[in-house]
């Protein structure tokens, strides 16, 4: 039974070939620069965009400089990351905060990426990036995602869309 299937799409899909023929000379030069000038045309998008009205948390931004961190300053975690990042121990604070809390971000963008999406990663350093990237029909973008979890309510990530296609497991880069 599925080799009588499979002999059936075999033989439909070399009798359309068939019919339509492999020799694309029937196009005319008119038709052919009708169709280039229609490419080149700035009226038509020439990437998928996000809208990042979609993934807006609708929380107002938090001044980080009076911001109840959930990680002491003085803490283990925030020396030993200031060190590794060498950063100040107020920054230290302040991206392994948001890094707990990137995930929302993440989230909300991937529902519209959805199949463009290829990896994501931090950025680490005087200022914590989330860095998105895509197929490269994405249109490239930033947007600074305000967190709205409890853990990191108000704190900013900025959101960097890069359609470079570039491929990699979450990791997190120095400067």
Known sequence: MATRLITMMVMAAASVWTLTGCDNNTETPNQASKTAATASDSSIPAADEIDWSLVDSGTKPADPTNYKYPFAI???????????????????????????????????????????????????????????HTTPN??????????????????????????????????????
């Open 74 to 132: 003085d803490s283990q975690n925030v020396r030993d990351y200031a060190e590794y990042f060498d950063v100040d121990a107020a920054t230290a604070q302040h991206n392994l905060t948001i890094s707990m809390a990137s995930n929302e971000a993440l989230s909300k963008a991937l529902d519209q990426l959805s199949e463009t999406y290829v990896s994501h990663e931090l950025t680490d350093g005087n200022e914590m990036t989330l860095v998105i």
């Open 138 to 175: 994405v249109a490239a973008s930033r947007y600074d995602y305000v967190l709205s979890d409890d853990f990191a309510k108000g704190l900013i990530l900025p959101i960097v869309i890069k359609p470079d296609g570039k491929k990699g497991m979450l990791r997190r880069m120095g400067k």
